[in-house]
């Protein structure tokens, strides 16, 4: 990022490129996550009644409460890291000569042209 920021606007240019950078590693946490606890199946097993999910934090402390056992019968991590790898795969096949030709262009290209 520094190899192509304008010195003329330079810190609000860095600003700028670092706030997509962290953004990219950052939001996309969330959908993750939240793609783990949709594909995780876990039942509480106890003797007396019929199972029951357990995924969530309210749900195994309930099944804690009750006397029962959260049992994980698929985690969904490993369909989550799938998936992930997947889309990312696909994703970058389709962006890699958009940055190819981005890392082609000389640096003056992505300065500022100022009239004097």
């Given at each position: 990022?520094?190899?192509?920021?304008?010195?003329?606007?330079?810190?609000?240019?860095?600003t700028l490129l670092a706030t997509f950078?962290?953004?990219?590693?950052t939001w996309p946490r969330f959908f993750?996550?939240?793609?783990?606890?949709?594909?995780?199946?876990?039942?509480?097993?106890?003797?007396?009644?019929?199972?029951?999910?357990?995924?969530?934090?309210?749900?195994?402390?309930?099944?804690?409460?009750?006397?029962?056992?959260?049992v994980v019968e698929r985690d969904g991590?490993?369909?989550?890291?799938?998936?992930?790898?997947?889309?990312?795969?696909?994703?970058?096949?389709?962006?890699?000569?958009?940055?190819?030709?981005?890392?082609?262009?000389?640096?003056?290209?992505?300065?500022?042209?100022?009239?004097?």
């Amino acid at each position: 990022m520094a190899l192509i920021a304008d010195p003329v606007i330079g810190g609000t240019y860095m600003t700028l490129l670092a706030t997509f950078s962290n953004f990219g590693g950052t939001w996309p946490r969330f959908f993750v996550l939240e793609a783990v606890d949709y594909f995780t199946i876990a039942m509480c097993r106890q003797n007396l009644n019929d199972p029951f999910p357990c995924v969530t934090e309210l749900e195994k402390s309930l099944c804690n409460e009750r006397g029962g056992k959260c049992v994980v019968e698929r985690d969904g991590y490993y369909i989550a890291s799938a998936a992930c790898i997947a889309i990312g795969t696909v994703f970058f096949m389709f962006i890699l000569p958009q940055i190819k030709r981005l890392q082609s262009m000389p640096p003056k290209v992505w300065k500022l042209k100022m009239n004097n």
